[in-house]
C-alpha cells in the first residue's frame, strides 16, 4: 500500500535557523514521483518541487533543499536561515507511476506545522 | 497566465441541502483532481477527470458526491442532502499532459479551495 508519513506534527523555531522536515513514505512501485507543497495561512497549497524515483540526485533552489535516499524511503526538506515568511504547514506526497495502474492522485502526508518566530 | 480558480471561497450550509462548488482549472490543463482536506490532515483524493471523462472515483466519493466536467474545462462538484461529517476544505487541482511517457509525473497546481461548513 502506498503512505506517506511525516512524523514531525509541529515544529517551532527561531528566525535564522536551519530547519528539516521529515518525509518517509511507503510503495510497491519502481516508477514514482514525490512532492513536497507549502500550505500558508490563507489555504493555497504551493507546489515547491518534485523529484522522480530515479533521479537521486539533491536539490537545492536558494534557501530550500531535498534529500532523496531512495535506501531509506526517504526525501527530507531543509529551510536554511528560515523566515517568519516560511511559517505554513508543509506537505509531502507521493504519486505512483502510470505503468501501475495509477491514475496519478497524490497521496499525502499529514503535515508539519512550522512556525518561524521573529 | 492565471491559476486554479474555485468557487465559491466559503460556504455555509445547514444539513440536509445541496451544495455544489465550481473549479476553473488552468486553461489547457487536461487534468482536474479534486480532494477533500479535514483539519489537521492532508489532502486526500476523491475524483479525477481526463478532459471530460471521469476515470477514477474513491471509496471517500459516497453516492451523495457527484462531479462532472461537460466540456473538459471547468467542473463542478455536487454534495446532495450534506451531512456535518461533510464539512471539509473541498480542493481542485490541474495539471497539464506534457510528459507523454508517463503523465502521473506532472505537478498538481491547486487552487485556493472552498470551505464548507455544515450545521
Known amino acids: 500500500a502506498q503512505k506517506v508519513t511525516q512524523a514531525q506534527t509541529e515544529i517551532s523555531v527561531v528566525e535564522k535557523e536551519d530547519v528539516t522536515l521529515d518525509c518517509v513514505y511507503e510503495t510497491r512501485d519502481t516508477t514514482y514521483y514525490l512532492f513536497w507543497y507549502k500550505q500558508p495561512p490563507s489555504g493555497e497549497l504551493v507546489f515547491l518541487i518534485r523529484?522522480?524515483?530515479?533521479?537521486?540526485q539533491n536539490e537545492i533552489s536558494g534557501r530550500y533543499s531535498w534529500n532523496f535516499q531512495k535506501s531509506t524511503s526517504s526525501f527530507n526538506f531543509t529551510i536554511t536561515a528560515s523566515q517568519v515568511v516560511d511559517s505554513a504547514v508543509y506537505f509531502c506526497?507521493?504519486?505512483?507511476?502510470?505503468?501501475?495502474?495509477?491514475?496519478?492522485?497524490?497521496?499525502f502526508g499529514k503535515g508539519t506545522k512550522l512556525s518561524v518566530k521573529p | 497566465d492565471t491559476g486554479v480558480s474555485q468557487n465559491p471561497r466559503h460556504k455555509i450550509t445547514k444539513r440536509g441541502q445541496n451544495v455544489t462548488f465550481r473549479c476553473d482549472p488552468i486553461s489547457e490543463h487536461n487534468r482536474l483532481y479534486w480532494y477533500r482536506q479535514t483539519l489537521g490532515q492532508g489532502p486526500e483524493f476523491l475524483t479525477y477527470?481526463?478532459?471530460?471523462?471521469?476515470?477514477?472515483k474513491s471509496r471517500l466519493l459516497s453516492d451523495r458526491f457527484s462531479a462532472e466536467r461537460p466540456k473538459g474545462s471547468f467542473s463542478t462538484l455536487e454534495i446532495q442532502r450534506t451531512e456535518q461529517g461533510d464539512s471539509a476544505m473541498y480542493l481542485c487541482?490541474?495539471?497539464?499532459?506534457?510528459?507523454?511517457?508517463?503523465?502521473?509525473?506532472?505537478?498538481?497546481?491547486f487552487g485556493p479551495g472552498t470551505r464548507l461548513l455544515v450545521l
Open positions: 477527470f481526463q478532459n471530460e471523462a471521469q476515470l477514477e
Open positions: 523529484r522522480n524515483s530515479f533521479d537521486e
Open positions: 506526497a507521493l504519486s505512483e507511476g502510470a505503468n501501475g495502474g495509477s491514475q496519478g492522485n497524490l497521496i
Open positions: 487541482a490541474s495539471s497539464p499532459s506534457l510528459y507523454a511517457e508517463d503523465s502521473n509525473q506532472e505537478t498538481q497546481y
